[in-house]
C-alpha cells in the first residue's frame, strides 16, 4: 500500500540536515508541496536543491513566535494552505547533570523545545486548522519516557512535548496532534551520542544498529498520512528496540 501525501502542504522545522531534512525529502517525495524552515537560508537552500518534488524555503527561529507566524503565512502565500506542521527543529545547549545548567541554557532548551512548537502549533490553528483540520507532528524523544544521565534538562522539555502533544490532540480535534520519540539517531545534532555510545548501544540491540534520519522520516510520513486518520494523541517510540536491551541512551 503506497502512503501518499498528494495534494498536500506541509511545514517543516530544522529541515536544512538531519531528521528533519529526511522528513521534508520523504514528504516531498510522497507528494507534498513542502516548505523547509531552518535559522540558515544558505544550508536550507542547500537541503532543498537534493529534494525531489515541489519546496521552497523560508529561514526562521523555531524558538521564536513572531517568525512561526511569519512563516505560516508564507507557507499559505506559497503554496495555498497548510495540512502538516512538523515540530522537529530542537537544541540542547548543555550537556551535564541537571543542577548544573545555568539561566541562559535552561531558557534558550526551554524556548526552542517547547514554548516553540507550541506558539508554530498556534499559528497554524489559526492560520489555517481551525477551518480545515491538519496533522501536527511533534518529534519528541525517548529521553522525554524515562530519567537518564547528562540529558535532564533536554529530556524535561521532550517529556512536556509528549504530554503537549496529548493535550492539544484534545483541544484541536479534529486536527490530528501526533508524537514520534526516537532513540539514537546518526545526525550531527547528536553525534556526541553516537560518537560515544553508538557502538556498545547497537550491540545490545535487536535491530543491531543505532537509527538513520530516514527512519524516523518514514514514520513521519505515514503519521501525516491518511492511513493514519484514527490516530491521534498518541507519541510512538521509535529505537530498533533499544527499550528492550535496558538501554538508558536516547536522541
Known amino acids: 500500500m503506497e502512503v501518499s501525501l498528494a495534494g498536500k502542504v506541509a511545514l517543516v522545522t530544522g529541515a536544512s540536515r538531519g531528521i528533519g531534512k529526511a522528513i521534508a525529502a520523504t514528504m ?3 507528494g507534498a508541496k513542502v516548505m523547509l524552515t531552518s535559522r ?3 544550508a536550507l537552500e542547500a537541503a532543498a536543491a537534493e529534494m525531489a518534488g515541489e519546496t521552497a524555503v523560508h529561514a526562521a527561529n523555531a524558538g521564536d513566535p513572531d517568525a512561526g507566524r511569519a512563516c505560516v503565512a508564507a507557507t499559505i502565500e506559497r503554496f495555498g494552505g497548510l495540512d502538516i506542521l512538523v515540530n522537529n527543529a530542537a537544541t540542547n545547549p548543555y550537556y551535564g547533570p541537571t543542577l ?11 524556548q526552542v523545545n517547547l514554548r516553540g512548537p507550541l506558539f508554530w ?11 480545515k483540520p491538519g496533522v501536527i507532528v511533534n518529534i519528541a524523544s525517548v529521553g522525554g519516557l524515562r530519567a ?7 529530556n524535561l522539555t521532550k517529556a512536556a ?3 503537549l502533544t496529548r493535550q492539544l490532540a484534545g483541544e484541536l480535534g479534529p486536527t490530528r496532534v501526533v508524537g514520534i520519540a526516537p532513540g539514537l539517531v546518526e545526525t550531527d545534532f547528536a553525534s556526541v551520542l553516537v560518537d560515544n555510545f553508538g557502538e556498545s548501544l547497537a550491540r545490545k540491540m535487536p535491530t543491531r544498529r543505532i537509527g538513520q534520519p530516514q527512519d524516523i522520516a518514514n514514520l513521519a510520513v505515514f503519521l501525516a498520512s491518511d492511513l493514519a486518520a484514527w490516530i491521534t494523541g498518541d507519541t510512538f517510540v521509535i529505537d530498533g528496540g533499544a527499550g528492550v536491551s ?3 541512551v536516547g536522541g
Open 28 to 30: 516531498a517525495a510522497s
Open 40 to 42: 540558515k537560508q544558505d
Open 161 to 163: 512535548l509528549i504530554h
Open 121 to 131: 502549533i498556534q499559528a497554524a490553528w489559526e492560520q489555517a486548522m481551525r477551518d
Open 100 to 110: 548544573g545548567i545555568d539561566e541562559s541554557r535552561y531558557d534558550k532548551t526551554f
Open 246 to 248: 535496558n538501554s538508558t
Open 148 to 154: 537518564e544521565g547528562s540529558l535532564g534538562v533536554y
